[in-house]
Nanobody, 124 residues
Framework: QVQLVESGGGLVQAGGSLRLSCAAS????????MGWFRQAPGKERDLVGV????????YAASSVKGRFTISRDNAKNTLYLQMNSLKPEDTALYYC?????????????????WGQGIQVTVSS
């Protein structure tokens, strides 16, 4: 079992930055690939980015590539999402998730554990 708790969300103006954190507890953090997802009202939950267990390999969705950076600190059992140049369309509930996978899984079904989500709102 892995428990995930997101923090760092809030309200920011377009063009601004936020950094989300996801603190993990429970089974060994390094056994899991970690991902960030987001869900806007009335829409499906979409993948934002993934980082493998080493932290060396990442994937970013095309909608955020070049603006968002996913990373992890295995010594601190923490996942990060640095979000720059935020746009109103980035407004959503953001979730971190853990997958028992040695690669960079992009399917939502690959993820076994989820945080409760944290709101990010970008005003125009």
């Amino acid at each position: 079992q892995v428990q995930l708790v997101e923090s760092g969300g809030g309200l920011v103006q377009a063009g601004g930055s936020l950094r989300l954190s996801c603190a993990a507890s429970g089974r060994s953090f390094t056994r899991y690939a970690m991902g960030w997802f987001r869900q806007a009202p009335g829409k499906e939950r979409d993948l934002v980015g993934v980082v493998d267990w080493t932290g060396s390999n990442t994937y970013a969705a095309s909608s955020v590539k070049g603006r968002f950076t996913i990373s992890r600190d295995n010594a601190k059992n923490t996942l990060y999402l640095q979000m720059n140049s935020l746009k109103p369309e980035d407004t959503a509930l953001y979730y971190c998730a853990a997958a028992r996978d040695l690669g960079v899984p992009t399917r939502i079904g690959a993820y076994d554990y989820w945080g409760q989500g944290i709101q990010v709102t970008v005003s125009s």
